[in-house]
């Protein structure tokens, strides 16, 4: 074997008994991904690295102290007897209101996502054949919903209320509560069962549902349902949009630094029934191809003794609202149409504004929870751009070291298209938001519990791994919630995706 000088601008030939060969210029084909990762770890436990050689100065100079070096310090203690009792009261002082100042810790306990009866499942087919059979659609909106449906990302199996599967559909009171009724019981009764939790202890009750508000409201209903007691603290939020799942969080974590000692349960769902879209104008009649039946139930705790049966450890909520402007707040709108029915109309200029929610959540968000490494590059580009060059492209972070998982609402396919190119995510990283669009389309808040529901299913969630839940609402809202699994965590008794999960994921066309 012999070896000849670097060509083609730095492979290098090697002579064999079999011809010649090219070895790569490995200093021009290093993974920038590891040298990334190599100055992310060194920035991020520099402090520590610091720290090595002052603790092996410490203990040398420790080693060196004879008997009558420390006999020297106790009596010097002894002749500042007063100093030393008020340091020390100040010290234990200053402990006792730091433990009874700092934030509760806020623990998930287990969830539960509600799975409707394969009886209301609604193929593309019969989504059509029902919409024609209505009469109240001409053949221009059949087509466009024809259209919006093959591009949706939903699959064959997502769910309608009962109500809308009739001919002709009954979008009464009636039916509307009952489905409220099974998608809100239907998921408490199974986190109820697998947390052996009774009802009775929960001190707090958040329910958020944007278009359905009877009276009495939602969380009067689950009240009266299981019987919790008088002196519960219930809420029940309305018109806020598919984010108002983290805002219920948001809420139910800081009652929880108030009352000690207690549980609190979040619902999040939607309700269909009264808010089908029986009109023509094509603006509004996007959510009907998009909006499914679903909800989720979560059991929080800021009992220290639940951490160790816990699933996750709440860190971070941030909540961006653009409602001051005229076009975020009119870009999901709740109207009538020309000939009075009433829908969810939606604005072309939907994804510019999710995107600028977005940007400033990540601002806020960004200095929490990305390492200093990414802070620091962050800063240098942007500083070097305001100096030298304005052309400068701005540096994007990389959120992908800060979180191992993502659970962007599934609100339809553009919005996790336009996610996964602007924070630079894989296929892997929105594989669960993909797939629970396609199971059970866009179910509006509770849909980031169905995408936790998956990455548990798969069997990917890792102690300490950190999980970031964004979702996008009416208002215009974009808010976030970041949790870190307190072990290996396993999919909850009757997931959603319990009897299907090994068909996921499914090859889309996109």
């Not at 949706?152 to 009171?173: D, V």
């Not at 001051?324 to 029915?341: H, I, L, S, T, W």
Request: charged share 20%.
């Amino acid at each position: 074997m012999e070896a000849s000088e670097p060509v083609n601008g730095g492979s290098v030939q090697i002579q064999t008994e079999n011809g010649t060969r090219k070895l790569p210029n490995f200093l021009q084909s290093v993974n920038m991904k590891y040298v990334k990762l190599g100055y992310h770890y060194l920035i991020t436990h520099l402090f520590k690295l610091c720290l090595v050689p002052l603790m092996a100065v410490l203990v040398t100079e420790i080693s060196r102290l004879t008997p009558e070096d420390l006999y020297q310090i106790w009596l010097h203690l002894q002749y500042n007897l007063v100093a030393f009792i008020i340091l020390s009261a100040l010290a234990v002082f200053g402990s006792t209101v730091f433990i009874m100042t700092r934030p509760r810790s806020v623990y998930l306990v287990d969830y539960s996502c509600y799975l409707p009866p394969a009886s209301l499942q609604v193929p593309y087919q019969k989504f059509m054949d029902h919409s024609r059979l209505i009469k109240d659609f001409n053949d221009s909106s059949l087509e466009f919903q024809r259209k919006i449906l093959e591009r949706s990302g939903l699959g064959e199996e997502t769910y309608l209320p009962e109500a809308l599967h009739c001919i002709p559909p009954t979008p009464t009171m009636v039916a509307a509560r009952q489905e409220a009724e099974q998608v809100m019981f239907g998921a408490l009764d199974k986190l109820f069962e697998n947390t052996q939790i009774n009802p009775r202890d929960i001190g707090v009750l958040v329910v958020n549902c944007s278009l359905f508000n009877p009276t009495p409201s939602l969380s009067a209903m689950i009240v009266n349902k299981y019987k919790l007691r008088g002196n519960v603290k219930s809420f029940n939020l309305g018109g806020m949009g598919c984010s108002a799942g983290v805002i219920a969080i948001d809420l139910a974590k800081d009652m929880l630094q108030v009352h000690r000692n207690t549980y609190a349960v979040v619902v999040s769902t939607e309700n269909i029934t009264q808010n089908w879209y029986f009109g023509n104008k094509k603006a509004m009649l996007i959510p009907n191809c998009l909006f499914r039946v679903g909800g989720s139930a979560i059991l929080l705790s800021n009992k220290p003794r639940d951490r160790r049966r816990s699933k996750y450890k709440l860190v971070h909520t941030v909540r961006t609202h653009k409602g001051a402007g005229e076009k975020a707040f009119n870009c999901v709108y709740q109207e009538q149409d020309e000939n009075g029915k009433t829908g969810v109309s939606l604005s072309k200029e939907l994804m510019a504004i999710a995107g600028e929610a977005l940007k400033a959540n990540i601002t806020t968000l960004g200095p929490l929870v990305l390492p200093i490494s990414e802070q620091i590059l962050f800063f240098a580009t942007l500083v070097t751009k305001k100096l030298f060059n304005a052309k400068l492209k701005p540096y994007i972070p990389d959120f992908k070291l800060a979180f191992d998982h993502f659970c962007i609402h599934a609100g339809g396919r553009a919005v996790i298209d336009e996610l996964e190119k602007n924070l630079q995510l894989s296929q892997t990283h929105v594989e669960a938001s993909r797939m629970t669009l396609h199971r059970f389309g866009n179910t509006s808040s509770s849909s980031i519990w169905y995408e936790l529901a998956y990455i548990e299913a798969k069997g990917r969630m890792r102690k300490g791994n950190r999980v970031w839940q964004i979702a996008f609402g009416s208002g215009f809202k974009c808010n976030s919630a970041v949790w870190v699994a307190l072990h290996n965590v396993k999919p909850s008794v009757s997931s959603p995706w319990e009897h299907c999960i090994d068909r996921y994921p499914v090859k889309l066309d996109l």
